[in-house]
């Protein structure tokens, strides 16, 4: 049973482009999280999503970023016209359900805006 | 105040030593507590989860959570060079389902 995956693993944009990143869910989860740790800090909360709902955003910043988790295909995590201050490691987990038990990251995508 | 806080370390340890991480956290309603290891450059790995008041033990980690303080730690007894990593605490308040992550302490292993 594979776990989280996450494509790219490391994404190079320069500025002004931009960034798609992609979280498949483990098999038979529905829920995904969005998550970003900007160098040598802590993670923060972006964005938690079921198929086809957006259930909360409240850390998601207001211009640019996007997230979408269709019925079929991977979760998308869409920044537009990507800045320096982007650079990070955005990482997404899943659950079964809205009450989890710790649940297991993918192993991120490391994006570098030059 | 930070919703959830820990000491940044580095939190050295000899080899065999016990290494004792902390964490405090400030909604009062939060309901399950997590840590996690991130070595550099990785994702993070959970270690251990604790629901309710008390000392939750897996092997050479032990949890520990006091509700009424507010407070949750991490014992790693017998520690290896190999635990050498950056330690997250995170909390699920209420109903909501997101995690909220500490800004992690680091911990060496010195041989």
């Known amino acids: 049973n594979a776990g989280v995956m996450q494509n790219p693993r490391h994404l190079v944009r320069r500025r002004g482009q931009e960034a798609r990143l992609r979280c498949s869910p483990m098999?038979?989860?529905?829920?995904v999280y969005w998550y970003r740790q900007l160098p040598e800090e802590g993670l923060k909360f972006m964005v938690y999503l079921q198929k086809e709902n957006i259930i909360d955003e409240s850390g998601m910043p207001k211009e640019r970023f996007s997230a979408e988790f269709p019925k079929e295909g991977p979760s998308i995590l869409r920044i537009q016209q990507v800045v320096r201050g982007d650079s990070a490691a955005y990482f997404c987990?899943?659950?079964?359900?809205?009450?989890?038990?710790?649940?297991?990251f993918g192993s991120g995508t490391r994006l570098t805006v030059v | 105040q930070k919703e959830v806080e820990q000491n940044s370390g580095p939190l050295s340890v000899p080899e065999g030593a016990i290494a004792s991480l902390n964490c405090t956290y400030s909604d009062r309603v939060s309901q399950s507590f997590f840590w996690y290891r991130q070595y550099s450059g990785k994702s993070p790995e959970l270690i251990m989860s604790?629901?309710?008041?008390g000392d939750k033990e897996d092997g050479r980690f032990t949890a520990q959570l006091n509700k009424a303080s507010q407070y949750v730690s991490l014992l790693i007894r017998d520690s290896q060079p190999s635990d050498s990593a950056t330690y997250l605490c995170?909390?699920?308040?209420?109903?909501?389902?997101?995690?909220?992550f500490g800004t992690g302490t680091r911990l060496q292993v010195t041989l």
């Open positions: 995170a909390v699920i308040g209420g109903t909501a389902s997101k995690l909220t």
């Open positions: 987990a899943s659950s079964v359900g809205e009450r989890f038990y710790g649940y297991t």
């Open positions: 098999k038979g989860h529905s829920h």
């Open positions: 604790i629901y309710s008041n």
